[in-house]
């Protein structure tokens, strides 16, 4: 009842003081139900509490999921996730697991713990294995912590040139069971959970019936959509008016977020619980393996494999958040800033073939002056119910819709 009063008034005041200001009386002059009130995030320099790298594993043919011999043991291989490892793990879990069972022993070996390795544990218990993960680091210190972590499951993914109806079959799988089991775990205080997230833009090039399409999706993608209709449901476009942001219109869709501590924590909590075991131990060759007991074993090193398996098609893409204070009234996704219970996080660095894990001064400063911008242009309604002035300049908002995380 108040906030709509509110409103009211801030429409009124705002009919006074802007008239001839069409984007501004366009974006106030309205009374649409789906208009969409959103909190500004508070960001500047000073309230930064870290800024975190990782290394994401990036396969230009994609991640790889496949069995081989090494000497009498089966060893399949679960990685190469690039920035869409948190988004996909179950999935790909499951693909291990269904190679797995080919052996009829019941003893696996898991080679890593982060997300991949665990959910792969987790899923190998559940069809019936004794499991023992063996990691050279654990959480926090992977690079599934160092997540932004949103479902973003073609992010940094594949060359889109080097799909091929193998891999596309195995993504299709993957991406459908990982979004299952990600609804299950949402909201239950593990780490998942539901939030909305927006996409500003000027440049909506249709609107279907079961959402949006947008412009800016990559050639490939349009002439043979690899992701599933059934895992991009819930998409609409808020039109000029029932939006806070400087563009003209804003997309919209429903998205799975992660807070990676909990989450990963969550899952070594259940390998453990289900009579699991993990080992802090460093594989330098793959022959060091075959002094393990179990007869199965489930490679899960992330940007690991190219040392100890010499695949050098994977190669890192460097990832930089900057982390500002926890703001809980914040709950939506914008422009590469996920607010978690553990701050508020704002990306996106991509630099492929960087290696190290030292703290690009100069990107941080960008990522940070980007959200200043963004958050600075939102419309918003102030104590007195007078429209806040709506900035000439539209800000370049980046759109990682379903590419990046
Ligand atoms: C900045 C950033 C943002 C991201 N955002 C998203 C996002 O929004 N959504 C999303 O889905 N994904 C995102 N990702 C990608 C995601 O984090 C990765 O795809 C995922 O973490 C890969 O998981 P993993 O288990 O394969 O690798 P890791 O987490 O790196 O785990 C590898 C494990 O293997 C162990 N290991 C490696 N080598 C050896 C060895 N020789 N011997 C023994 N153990 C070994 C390691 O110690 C570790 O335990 C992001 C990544 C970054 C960096």
């Not at 790298?53 to 679960?78: A, C, M, Q, W």
């Not at 987790?122 to 972590?149: C, E, H």
Request: with cysteine; proline share 5%; charged share 20%.
């Amino acid at each position: 009842m108040r906030r709509r009063a509110f409103v009211r008034s801030g429409v009124i005041a705002s009919a006074g003081v802007l008239s001839g200001c069409r984007t501004a009386l366009e974006r106030t002059n309205t009374a649409s139900p789906r208009r969409v009130d959103l909190t500004p995030v508070d960001v500047s320099f000073d309230r930064i509490i870290r800024t975190t790298v990782g290394l994401r594993p990036y396969r230009e043919s994609g991640f790889v999921v496949r069995g081989e011999s090494l000497g009498d043991k089966l060893l399949i291989h679960n990685y190469g996730h690039g920035g869409a490892g948190m988004s996909l793990s179950w999935g790909t879990a499951h693909l291990a697991a269904d190679i797995a069972v080919t052996r009829t022993e019941r003893r696996a070996a898991v080679i890593g713990c982060g997300v991949a390795g665990l959910t792969t544990a987790r899923v190998l218990q559940r069809r019936g294995f004794d499991v023992t993960i063996y990691a050279k680091a654990l959480p926090p210190d992977t690079t599934s912590n160092m997540s932004w972590a949103a479902f973003t499951p073609m992010s940094g993914l594949i060359s889109f040139d080097r799909r091929t109806q193998e891999w596309d079959a195995q993504f299709q799988k993957a991406v459908q069971i990982a979004y299952r089991e990600l609804q299950l775990l949402a909201g239950r205080g593990l780490g998942v959970s539901w939030v909305s997230e927006y996409s500003p833009t000027d440049n909506v090039v249709a609107v279907g019936a079961g959402g949006a399409l947008e412009a800016g999706r990559g050639e490939s993608e349009r002439t043979v959509p690899l992701l599933p209709a059934s895992v991009t449901v819930g998409r609409s476009v808020l039109q000029p008016g029932e939006h806070p942001f400087a563009t003209r219109y804003a997309r919209r869709r429903p998205s799975l977020r992660f807070d990676p501590t909990i989450y990963l924590d969550t899952l070594m909590r259940d390998v453990l619980l289900f009579g699991g075991r993990i080992v802090v131990r460093t594989f330098a060759i793959p022959a060091d393996l075959l002094a393990l007991e179990e007869p199965v074993i489930v490679n899960c090193t992330g940007l690991g494999a190219h040392q100890l398996f010499g695949d050098t098609e994977l190669v890192p893409i460097k990832g930089q958040l900057v982390v500002l204070v926890p703001q809980p009234e914040i709950d939506y996704i914008v422009g590469g800033m996920l607010p978690r219970t553990d701050g508020i996080v704002l990306g996106h660095t991509m630099e492929r073939n960087v290696w190290t894990l030292d703290v690009n001064e100069s990107e941080r400063t960008r990522v940070v002056d980007q959200a200043i911008r963004l958050f600075g242009s939102m419309q918003r309604f102030s104590g007195a119910g007078e429209v806040a002035a709506v900035p000439d300049a539209t800000p370049a908002v980046e759109s990682f819709f379903d590419r990046e995380s």
